[in-house]
C-alpha cells in the first residue's frame, strides 16, 4: 500500500552547536549526505510515493536541494517556527482529498519496516502514533502515551513528573486521518507552540480512535553528537 507523506523540517537545529550555525537540521550532514536524505529513502522504502515538506521560510538551502534531488516533493511553508502541529497544518491544503496521510519529523530516522507497519495500520480509518518505551523520566519532556491493548486511552504532553500513567511516548510518526485537520488548526496550542499529541488528545474526546504501534527505533538527531552517532551507524549499515 502506497501513501502520501508529510515530513516536518523547518526545525533550526539550535541544539547543534556550530553545526547549527551553518545548517537547518534537516540539511545538516550526516554521513556525507543532509539528514533529509537519509529520511526520505527510508520512506520510500516503506511505501511513500508522494511527498511533501514543510521548511522554514528562511531555508533557501533546503528549498534548492529539494528541487535537484527531490524534484517530484511539493514544498509548504512555515513562516514562524510554531510547533509542528503548526508545521503540519502548512501542509494541508497540498493533500488535496486524500482521505489520510503519514507524518514524520526529519529529525528522525525510522526502519522501513515500521514505517509500512504504520500505514497499514492506518488501513481501518483509525489514527495511529508510534509509539516507545523509553521509561517514566522521558515523559516529563516529551509526550506520555496511555494505551489498552494497541488503542490510545489518553495521551498529555510533557505531564508533571510522576503523573504520566505509562511510561510509553510517542514518536514523531503518525497516520492521520483528515478527520483530524480541524484539530490541527484550532486544537494544537499549548502554551507558546502547537503539538500533534495535544490535537490528537482533542480528536480523542470527540470520539476519534488513536492506535498505538509499538516502533523498533527512532534514530534520533539532537545534539552533534547524534549526528556522530548516527554516521557511524549508517556507515556501518
Known sequence: MSCDAVILAAGAGSRLGELGTRHS????PVAGRP???WGIERLRAGGVESLIVVRHASD????????????????????????????????????GDV?????????SL???????AMIAAGAGGDAVVGVLDMGAAATAARSAVQVDGDRVVAIVE?????????SLVAAPLYWLPRAMDRH????????????????LAAYLRA???????????????????DVDALAARLRSG
Do not use: N
Not at 537540521?25 to 545538516?28: E, G, P, S, T, Y
Not at 525510522?110 to 509500512?116: G, H, P, S, T, Y
Open 158 to 166: 510533557k505531564p508533571a513528573p510522576g503523573t504520566a500513567a505509562s
Open 184 to 199: 490541527l488548526v484550532a486544537d494544537a496550542a499549548q502554551g507558546a507552540e502547537r503539538y500533534v499529541s495535544v490535537a
Open 207 to 225: 470520539g476519534g480512535a488513536v492506535r498505538a504501534l509499538r516502533l523498533r527505533e527512532r534514530l534520533e538527531v539532537t545534539t552533534a553528537a
Open 35 to 37: 539528514l533529509i536524505d
Open 99 to 107: 482521505p489520510a496521510y503519514l507524518a514524520c519529523a526529519c529529525d
Open 25 to 28: 537540521k534537516a540539511m545538516v
Open 110 to 116: 525510522f526502519a522501513a519496516a515500521d514505517i509500512a
Open 60 to 95: 533557501d538551502a533546503l528549498a534548492v536541494h529539494l528541487h535537484e534531488r527531490w524534484p517530484d516533493a511539493r514544498i509548504a511553508v512555515q513562516e514562524a517556527r510554531l510547533g509542528i502541529a503548526d508545521a503540519l497544518s502548512r501542509a494541508l491544503p497540498l493533500l
